[in-house]
């Protein structure tokens, strides 16, 4: 079943679907494809963007800087030097085992912001103001510059997740993982 969304359509009170899905993808998505977007919009995002507002203060916004990808977005990054994975989150379950993921980043404090937020993370979730915040992974990247990649929980899709590591740093531009 397709949904319609319409342009700057509300996923939560502070993201929208235009930051998270290219304009020539709207049309396409799926019911399930838009009930990822909505819950890692309104149950991961928000709680991490008042964590952000706590720790900087609210003139950091929280930029979405990659959403929804296509196999046609995925080959534009191997092309310019990056290293996706086939199984990527980012497919939001047009590719088989994925559950919706976006990278984000700070305008300020990027990185320092991820480690304040790890130190949160008690019995395979977050804390932040008083509120457990269920997700699937939250991964330090760096190329040029630093960004978060932050994932649904698969199993509120009926999706077993691969990984048991939640929290994790890039230590080499995608090729290697440390956990936190």
Same mark, same amino acid.
């Given at each position: ?55 900087? +203060? ?8 990659? +959403? ?31 559950? +919706? ?22 019995? +395979? ?16 990247? %760096? ?17 077993? %997740? ?15 993982? %440390?956990?936190?």
């Amino acid at each position: 079943m397709r949904v319609r969304p319409y342009k700057s359509m509300m996923l939560s009170p502070n993201f929208n679907i235009d930051e998270i899905v290219s304009p020539n993808y709207i049309d396409d998505l799926t019911s399930s494809q838009y009930e990822m977007l909505e819950y890692l919009c309104f149950n991961i995002l928000e709680p991490m963007r008042d964590f952000a507002h706590d720790l900087f +203060g609210r003139d950091c916004p929280v930029t979405i800087t990659s +959403g929804l990808r296509t196999m046609s977005d995925y080959y534009d990054l191997i092309r310019t030097g990056y290293r996706p994975s086939q199984k990527s989150d980012h497919f939001f379950g047009a590719v088989p085992e994925t559950c +919706g993921a976006v990278d984000l980043c700070l305008s300020q404090g990027t990185d320092t912001f991820f480690w304040a937020l790890s130190k949160t993370y008690k019995n +395979g979730m977050l804390h932040i103001r008083g509120e457990a915040i269920d997700f699937g992974q939250i991964i330090l990247e %760096k190329n040029k510059t630093f960004w978060i990649h932050v994932s649904n929980p698969g199993e509120i899709f009926g999706i077993k %997740k691969r990984t048991k590591n939640k929290i994790m740093v890039s230590i080499d531009n995608g090729k290697t993982y %440390k956990n936190v």
